[in-house]
DNA sequence: CGGTCGTTTGATTACGATCAAACGAAGTGG
DNA sequence: CCACTTCGTTTGATCGTAATCAAACGACCG
């Protein structure tokens, strides 16, 4: 019944970056119920506190999650593009414990998430699909969270800026060497642990070493291998299938030291596995 | 035939501190076929890259999980503590993203994945119990993300030593109001982004404010409501049943302003929803 | 053409890093 | 039982990255 190409086929497009989907699977989820919405930027999706009974599946334009802390800053932890699933854990857990915003005008499909746990349950290949987007989610946390920590504020700007290039790519998004950047300074900043002001003249000082340029909201990356080099990025955190354009053997990684820091007495290491 | 208590009881009471696990499943839980082992800290249970084919339940000490940036920093993204899951993400993502060690010793019980993988797909309210755990998990990062990134040095650290006192007490492993730090000063400074000095400075101004005292590897808290206060600490993000003491509406939560930091010139909000 | 939002630049401050060294506790071997 | 070692903690002095404060500039919009 449905026209040309579903509403839902981002989040199917999304999946199956990730995880294989079926085919009988893959029919079952384009044919869940739901609702269209847009969304001016600024418009809450959910509310921390809140109890959300919708899922919401991003067609369009972008969205970040944030938390507010005691003196008022605020922290973006996410960002979130075409075809990302939106407020299925917050479903999971009753609560919602951080904000989600539309960062750009956006549009929506919103699904009922017992609908999508019940779909779920019922088709293994959709349901570690599901389960293994929702992991990548947080294992892009978990990078932003060693960016944070230990990297400064040339390398935290150059990593984002790898991340959303490579992110909007494999979403289809990026036109050759150029992406977008759908959010302001101070934005850049919060997500950063920046401040606005800081972002500027590191923005300005990756401009002027040639790594990229910017024209409007838009990036182009000037100088990839430098880029990636400026900000430690290696992608293997985003569980994409594709390694990225090639030389970047996976198997270096496997055999990488990973000694450092570790200083215990204890002598034998690895005994266990 | 199990003798007294079985091996996986710390796994399945760390599953039901979050979500139901009806009878059935958890006899089927319990059962799983696993091994038992013991390690000395600082050998790792998982390395960045590998494959994981077993995942652990942690059955005693602390594990701590951790990132190796470029210029060989090292951010510590996650702890573990009795009854923790660990590897499962990894096995369904495939590859390891970050490296898992032992911080104390160690017993824990290796589960095959697949088996753990397919026990879950046939018993529903097991399979929503793992989820909730992950999520959580996932929302301990977020966490922890805005902490780096928003608070200072001094709300940092009090903010961790109250995560760890109410998870520890969720587990059963705080007694009264102290409860136990099982890494040194270079690994909290791993943990929260600052350096071992800094660390060592910050727990003294918590000292002598009277939030809390220590003795070795042990923290008393003198101040409870001072700390959580110091902390910014809300424990809703940890996503246990009890709310914690009492004098806690967690509604107040729901009603919170949430404009901070948002300037957008787009008039009308909450429109959706 | 004023008004608002976002970017850019300058001047100063401060939080936490870095460098350096002494001290204390626990374990080891003579 | 006491040197001796090792690891962790503590303290001091100085440095540097990023915050803060302030203001001008530029772009878009009604």
Chains 1, 2 share one sequence.
Not at 41 to 54: C, M, N, T
Not at 85 to 103: I, P
Not at 112 to 125: C, G, H
Request: proline share 4%; net charge neutral.
């Amino acid at each position: 019944m449905l026209a040309k190409l579903p509403s839902l086929s981002p989040l199917l497009a999304m999946l199956e970056r990730r995880s294989p989907v079926d085919e009988r699977d893959a029919k079952a989820l384009l044919e869940l119920p739901h609702s269209l919405h847009a969304l001016a930027a600024g418009q809450y999706l959910f509310r921390d506190g809140a109890k959300p009974e919708q899922c919401h599946v991003l067609l369009d334009g972008y969205v970040f999650r944030h938390k507010v802390v005691g003196d008022g800053g605020r922290q973006i932890i996410g960002l979130h593009m075409r075809g990302d699933l939106l407020g299925f854990q917050g479903s999971l857990l009753g609560t919602m414990d951080n904000n989600v915003q539309a960062l750009t005008a956006v549009r929506l499909a919103a699904i009922d998430a017992e609908a999508m746990a019940e779909l779920a349950q019922r088709r293994p290949s959709l349901a570690k699909a599901i389960w293994v987007s929702a992991m990548a989610d947080a294992s892009l946390s978990r990078e932003w969270l060693a960016s944070i920590g230990r990297r400064d504020a040339h390398a935290r700007l150059a990593h984002l800026l790898c991340e959303l290039f490579v992110r909007q790519e494999a979403a289809g998004l990026a036109a050759g060497d150029s992406f977008e950047l759908p959010m302001n300074q101070e934005q850049l900043g919060d997500t950063l642990g920046l401040t606005s002001v800081h972002i500027n003249r590191t923005l300005r000082a990756l401009e002027v070493e040639g790594l990229i340029s910017r024209r409007r909201r838009s990036v182009r990356i000037e100088d990839w291998a430098a880029l990636k080099r400026a900000g430690d990025f290696r992608p293997t955190y985003l569980h994409l299938q594709e390694e990225e354009p090639a030389a970047h053997a996976t198997s270096s990684e496997t055999s990488r030291p990973l000694f450092a820091g570790w200083r215990s007495g204890s002598g034998k290491k690895l005994a266990f596995g």
